[in-house]
Every structure is written in structure tokens, then in C-alpha cells.
């Protein structure tokens, strides 16, 4: 079956534009992670969704980062009033049920250039 | 100090040889290791899971050491395909617990 899938795969934007991420988990996936991945750097959690439950935004950055995730499937990444310290790829992850025990599947990330 | 710590490299090694990559954590309370493989602008793959007996895959195997609070990453028979970005994942049982490591640069020369 078709694995997490995120769009645009390259985005390119001018300081201070809004940017929407989009990430298409796997389906059945209860679980969907967001990450940040700066050039040589390990992954930076975001977000977390599981289920119906109330999402874990505790690793958002700052109060122009939002996420929401409909239905229980495709997520949304939203970044306000852009800046270039925000210029990094934007991993998305799904797991079956999450809880931090499970394999992640992550998407191909969006890259996100902000000039 | 970071939660998690890898020596990033990177490692340049002949084909066949063996290599060895360490990741310390800082969490006495993690429960759940993973090694993970990222390839140059692709997105992390699960390598394997590292349970606390030490486990084997293939050429591949992990170990844990709770006292130290390291694990580590032995490769065998080095192959070019190796070749990739090593990720340490430490998890303390939730989704925002689950920590990556910076990862470890691995070039395997023919």
C-alpha cells in the first residue's frame, strides 16, 4: 500500500508568506508525528496526534507554528509570517498506534526555503 | 548536555570492514531503542529495534548498556549500500519522549 506522502516536496518563500505542509499518513495509522530536520542536525519534534485525543504541541517553536489533523487522517502544518530561521525539511511520521514503542514511517519531508 | 549524543562522524571505512557507532543517553527512565538509517536527503528508515539482550540482524547488531546508558551499532562485512546516516532513537514511553539522536555519518570506499 501507498506510504505517508507529504506536499509540496519543495517550498520556496519569501520572509514573512504563511506556508501550509501537508501530510498524507498511512492509513489506518492512529498515530501522526510532525518533525523539523535542520541541515545536519537530528530530528526536532513538533507535534504529535493520536486518535481523537487532544494533540502534544509541546515541541512547536513559537506561537506562528499550528498543525491540525482532520478527520483522523491528512495533517496540516502551518507556518505564519515566515522567517529564514524557519528554512529546514518538515518530516511528517505515522505509526499504528503510537506511544513511542513503534516503528515510524516517515514521508519524503517537504523542504521549506524561506528567503 | 543533549538527551541524546552520537559522534557524527564521519566514518570512512573500506568495504568489508567492521564498524562500530555508540549513542549515549541521558534518561535513566528510557524504555524502548532503535537504530535508524537516513540516506543522503531521504527520510529516516527503521534499521532495527535493540532489545536489551542484544539483538542480530544480519550483519547488523545491537547492543544495550542500561548501566552506562549507551547503545551501539555493529555493522559486519561492510557494504558501499551501508553508506548513510545513522540515527540513535531513545524513547521514555510517549510520543514526546521519543528523542533522535544527530546521527552518525557512515561512508563504506570501495
Known amino acids: 500500500g501507498a506510504g505517508v506522502s507529504q506536499s509540496p516536496s519543495n517550498k520556496v518563500t519569501e520572509k514573512g508568506k504563511d506556508v501550509e505542509l501537508r501530510c498524507d499518513p498511512i492509513s489506518g495509522h492512529t498515530a501522526l508525528y510532525w518533525y523539523r530536520q535542520s541541515l545536519g542536525q537530528g530530528l526536532e519534534f513538533l507535534i504529535y496526534?493520536?486518535?481523537?485525543?487532544?494533540?502534544?504541541k509541546s515541541g512547536l517553536p513559537s506561537d506562528r507554528f499550528s498543525a491540525e489533523r482532520t478527520g483522523g487522517s491528512v495533517s496540516t502544518l502551518t507556518i505564519q509570517r515566515t522567517q529564514q530561521e524557519d528554512s529546514a525539511v518538515y518530516l511528517c511520521?505515522?505509526?499504528?498506534?503510537?506511544?513511542?514503542?513503534?516503528?515510524?514511517?516517515f514521508g519524503s519531508g517537504t523542504q521549506l526555503s524561506v528567503l | 548536555r543533549k538527551e541524546v549524543e552520537q559522534d557524527p562522524g564521519p566514518f570512512n571505512v573500506p568495504e568489508g570492514a567492521t564498524v562500530a557507532f555508540n549513542c549515549t543517553y541521558s534518561?535513566?527512565?528510557?524504555?524502548?531503542f532503535f537504530w535508524y538509517r537516513q540516506d543522503c536527503r531521504k527520510e529516516p528508515k527503521l534499521l532495527m529495534s535493540?532489545?536489551?539482550s542484544g539483538n542480530e540482524d544480519g550483519r547488523f547488531t545491537a547492543q544495550l548498556n542500561r548501566a552506562s546508558q549507551y547503545i551501539s551499532l555493529l555493522i559486519r562485512d561492510s557494504k558501499l549500500s551501508d553508506s548513510a546516516t545513522y540515527l540513535c532513537?531513545?524513547?521514555?514511553?510517549?510520543?514526546?519522549?521519543?528523542?533522535f539522536g544527530s546521527g552518525t555519518q557512515l561512508t563504506v570506499l570501495p
Open positions: 534518561n535513566s527512565a528510557s524504555q524502548s
Open positions: 496526534f493520536q486518535g481523537n485525543s487532544a494533540p502534544d
Open positions: 535493540v532489545y536489551s
Open positions: 511520521a505515522s505509526s499504528l498506534a503510537g506511544g513511542g514503542y513503534e516503528k515510524l514511517f
Open positions: 532513537v531513545v524513547s521514555s514511553g510517549s510520543a514526546r519522549q521519543l528523542t
